[in-house]
């Protein structure tokens, strides 16, 4: 397919346990983002990509969230020490060139359940 | 502080009656608006994108409008399929954050058969 691929679609894990989450942005596309979605409410920001470059960070809730993208391409959101209000549907999204107004295109997103 | 609002929270209507989302934002230095459809478990799919008041966007049965304060997105004669939600985004231009979309809650639109 042509779409930004994500996996696992659906994580469940124990509270104090590590996650990772994978985004396949579409190919070519030069901007990766990572948003967070909880129930009834819209995508909020976390982390953005040029290639390779984390050009921001700024909407990561704590330290114990990394996200990396060391090729230009795969894209890995990491959390440490999970916690209960981490549960959320994680969206990846990418983009041709992300500054400038070019629509960003979704994945399906993880849905991640911390018990 | 950038604000997007979306209203109303629910609509629901019966397959032919026409209505209208509604988007307001309070923000300085728009680039652009997005509307954007979101099916339950999925990611949200992009519709459209409007770049200064006046513009007009068609879709099948949905236009959205934009001007200065807010943009509309109509649905004209909706059928079932066009139940989903509807969520509205604003991108900031100048320095810094011109990349970041702030979305609103969305809209849940449900179309009776």
């Known amino acids: 397919g042509a779409g930004v691929s994500q996996s696992p679609r659906y994580k469940v894990a124990k509270r104090g346990q590590d996650v990772a989450l994978r985004c396949d942005p579409i190919?070519?596309?030069?901007?990766l983002f990572w948003y967070q979605q909880a129930l009834g409410q819209g995508p909020e920001f976390l982390t953005y990509?040029?290639?390779?470059?984390?050009?921001?960070k700024s909407g990561l809730p704590s330290d114990r969230f990394f996200a990396e993208r060391p090729e230009g391409s795969v894209s890995t959101l990491k959390i440490q020490r999970t916690q209960q209000e981490d549960s959320a549907v994680y969206l990846c999204a990418s983009s041709f060139q992300g500054q400038t107004n070019q629509p960003q295109h979704f994945g399906d997103g993880t849905r991640l359940s911390i018990l | 502080e950038d604000q997007v609002t979306q209203s109303p929270e629910a609509l629901r209507l019966q397959e032919g009656e026409s209505s209208s989302l509604n988007c307001s934002y309070t923000v300085s230095g728009l680039r652009g608006l997005f509307w954007y459809r979101q099916d339950p478990g999925k990611g949200p799919e992009f519709l459209f994108t409007?770049?200064?008041a006046g513009e007009e966007k068609e879709k099948e049965r949905l236009k959205a409008t934009l001007t200065k304060k807010e943009s509309f997105l109509h649905i004209t004669a909706p059928k079932p399929e066009d139940s989903a939600t509807y969520l509205c985004a604003v991108l900031l231009g100048g320095g810094g954050s011109n990349y970041k979309l702030t979305f609103g809650k969305g809209t849940l639109l449900t179309v009776n058969p």
């Open positions: 409007l770049y200064s």
């Open positions: 190919s070519g596309h030069v901007s």
């Open positions: 990509f040029q290639n390779e470059a984390q050009l921001d």
